[in-house]
C-alpha cells in the first residue's frame, strides 16, 4: 500500500543543490557557482565521496595541500579552492573551519603586469574588426575587464558626458570611467544595428534579458526594455542556465580572445598579450601622461592604492627609471 502523500517525507535536497541555492541567495554570480561547485566536488571525490560533515581541517588541509604539490596548481587556483570549499562550511553546513594547520601553500611568483607600447596598441587595433574592434578600445580606452565590457547595456552609456557606468564589477563595487571619442560614433551606428536585432527578437515572442538581483520583480517589463539590453549580445538565442527560459545573452568572452590572438599575431607583437593587457596598458599610459595615482585607482576600481602602485614600476623610463652605464658613452 503507497502510504499518502502527506506521510511521504520530503528528501532533502542535495549537496551541491544546497550550495547552488546558498550561493544564489547571495548573489554570487553564475560563473562563481560553477566554479564553487566544481571544487567542492573535486574535494569530495579526493576523499572517497566521504560526506564533508564527517571531515574538517585535517582533510582540508590534506586537499589543499595536494592541489599545491601533485597539481602543481597556482596561488590563486589554491586559494579559489580553499575560498570554495569554506564557503561549503560556513553557509551551507554551519561548521565554521578553524585552524588548518601546517598548510602547504602554493607560492605567488611576483610578476610585473605585461604593458604595451601605443604603437603596439594601434598596431593590434588595426586588426580588429566589427564588435571586437569596439571591445578593444574599450578595453584599452577605459580600463575595462573583458567582463565588465561585455556585460554593459545601453543605459550604462552616457555619450554626453562620455563616460561608462560599470556596476558590479570585481568585489560587487560600481564604478565610473571615461568613454573614448573615437569609439563615440562607431559605437552608436553599431547600436542602431543591436536595436533592430532587439525588435526583431521582440517580433518574434523574445527580447528579454537577465535582470540583477530582485529587479525583476520591481519592474518585470524592464527585461525586455532596450535600455537594459546588453550593448554587445549574443549571436543566438539559448536557454538561461537558471531559470530555462530562452534569452539573448551577452556575447562569450571566447570570441573576443579569439579575435585578439588573431589580431596579436599579425600584428607581429612578441609579448604575451592577453585581453587585461589593454587594462594594465591603459593605466601605465595615464600614469606616463600625468594623471595622478589617485584618479587611475578610481577609474580602475581599485579598492587598495598599492595595488595601483604596481604601474608605477612599469612606466617607461627603463629598470626603476634607471640610467644604464651603457648609454653615458
Same mark, same amino acid.
Given at each position: 500500500? *503507497?502510504?499518502?502523500? #502527506?506521510? *511521504?517525507?520530503?528528501?532533502? =535536497?542535495?549537496?551541491?543543490?544546497?550550495?547552488?541555492?546558498?550561493?544564489?541567495?547571495?548573489? !554570487?554570480?553564475?560563473?562563481?557557482?560553477? +566554479?564553487?561547485?566544481?571544487? &567542492?566536488?573535486?574535494?569530495?571525490?579526493?576523499?572517497?565521496?566521504?560526506? =564533508?560533515?564527517?571531515?574538517?581541517?585535517?582533510?582540508?588541509?590534506?586537499?589543499?595541500?595536494?592541489?599545491?604539490?601533485?597539481?602543481? $596548481?597556482?596561488?590563486?587556483?589554491?586559494?579559489?579552492?580553499?575560498?570554495? &570549499?569554506?564557503?561549503?562550511?560556513?553557509?551551507?553546513?554551519?561548521?565554521?573551519?578553524?585552524?588548518?594547520?601546517?598548510?602547504?601553500?602554493?607560492?605567488?611568483?611576483?610578476?610585473?603586469?605585461?604593458? /604595451?607600447?601605443?604603437?603596439? &596598441?594601434?598596431?593590434?587595433?588595426?586588426? /580588429?574588426?566589427?564588435?571586437?574592434?569596439? *571591445?578593444?578600445?574599450?578595453?584599452?580606452?577605459?580600463?575595462?575587464?573583458?567582463?565588465?565590457?561585455?556585460?554593459?547595456?545601453?543605459?550604462? &552609456?552616457?555619450?554626453?558626458?562620455?563616460?561608462?557606468?560599470?556596476?558590479?564589477?570585481?568585489?560587487?563595487?560600481?564604478?565610473?570611467?571615461?568613454?573614448?571619442?573615437? $569609439?563615440?560614433?562607431?559605437?552608436?551606428?553599431?547600436?542602431?544595428?543591436?536595436?533592430?536585432?532587439?525588435?526583431?527578437?521582440?517580433?518574434?515572442?523574445?527580447?528579454?534579458?537577465? /535582470? =540583477?538581483?530582485?529587479?525583476?520583480?520591481?519592474?518585470?517589463?524592464?527585461?525586455?526594455?532596450?535600455?537594459?539590453? !546588453?550593448?554587445?549580445? #549574443?549571436?543566438?538565442?539559448?536557454?538561461? =542556465?537558471?531559470?530555462?527560459?530562452?534569452?539573448?545573452?551577452?556575447?562569450?568572452?571566447?570570441?573576443?580572445?579569439?579575435? /585578439?590572438?588573431?589580431?596579436?599575431?599579425?600584428?607581429?607583437?612578441?609579448?604575451? $598579450?592577453? #585581453?587585461? +593587457?589593454?587594462?594594465?596598458?591603459?593605466?601605465?599610459?595615464?600614469?606616463?601622461?600625468?594623471?595622478?595615482?589617485? +584618479?587611475?585607482?578610481?577609474?580602475?576600481?581599485?579598492?587598495?592604492?598599492?595595488?595601483?602602485? *604596481?604601474?608605477?614600476?612599469?612606466?617607461?623610463?627603463?629598470?626603476?627609471? $634607471?640610467?644604464?652605464?651603457?648609454?653615458?658613452?
Amino acid at each position: 500500500m *503507497i502510504p499518502p502523500e #502527506s506521510q *511521504i517525507k520530503a528528501q532533502p =535536497p542535495k549537496l551541491l543543490d544546497q550550495v547552488r541555492q546558498a550561493l544564489r541567495t547571495r548573489h !554570487y554570480s553564475l560563473r562563481t557557482e560553477k +566554479t564553487y561547485t566544481q571544487w &567542492i566536488k573535486e574535494f569530495v571525490l579526493f576523499h572517497g565521496k566521504k560526506h =564533508p560533515k564527517e571531515m574538517g581541517e585535517q582533510e582540508v588541509n590534506a586537499f589543499l595541500t595536494y592541489l599545491a604539490n601533485e597539481r602543481k $596548481v597556482s596561488a590563486s587556483t589554491q586559494n579559489q579552492a580553499l575560498c570554495a &570549499i569554506v564557503f561549503l562550511y560556513k553557509h551551507v553546513l554551519k561548521k565554521p573551519l578553524g585552524d588548518f594547520g601546517p598548510l602547504v601553500w602554493a607560492k605567488r611568483p611576483e610578476r610585473l603586469p605585461v604593458v /604595451l607600447s601605443v604603437y603596439e &596598441i594601434q598596431s593590434i587595433l588595426e586588426h /580588429l574588426h566589427g564588435k571586437s574592434w569596439l *571591445i578593444g578600445n574599450l578595453l584599452y580606452g577605459s580600463g575595462l575587464r573583458l567582463n565588465e565590457c561585455l556585460r554593459l547595456r545601453v543605459k550604462d &552609456i552616457d555619450f554626453s558626458y562620455r563616460q561608462l557606468d560599470i556596476w558590479e564589477a570585481k568585489g560587487a563595487k560600481c564604478r565610473r570611467t571615461t568613454l573614448p571619442k573615437k $569609439v563615440v560614433n562607431p559605437l552608436k551606428s553599431y547600436l542602431v544595428k543591436v536595436k533592430q536585432q532587439h525588435q526583431k527578437d521582440l517580433f518574434r515572442g523574445y527580447g528579454s534579458v537577465e /535582470l =540583477p538581483h530582485a529587479f525583476y520583480t520591481k519592474d518585470p517589463t524592464a527585461a525586455k526594455d532596450w535600455r537594459w539590453q !546588453y550593448i554587445f549580445p #549574443s549571436s543566438r538565442i539559448s536557454a538561461d =542556465p537558471r531559470s530555462g527560459e530562452l534569452r539573448r545573452h551577452h556575447l562569450d568572452e571566447s570570441v573576443f580572445r579569439k579575435d /585578439l590572438k588573431k589580431a596579436v599575431r599579425k600584428a607581429r607583437i612578441p609579448k604575451r $598579450v592577453t #585581453s587585461h +593587457t589593454f587594462r594594465h596598458s591603459f593605466a601605465t599610459h595615464l600614469l606616463e601622461d600625468g594623471y595622478d595615482i589617485r +584618479t587611475v585607482q578610481e577609474l580602475l576600481g581599485h579598492k587598495d592604492v598599492k595595488t595601483t602602485m *604596481i604601474y608605477t614600476h612599469v612606466l617607461n623610463k627603463g629598470g626603476l627609471g $634607471v640610467v644604464s652605464p651603457a648609454d653615458k658613452f
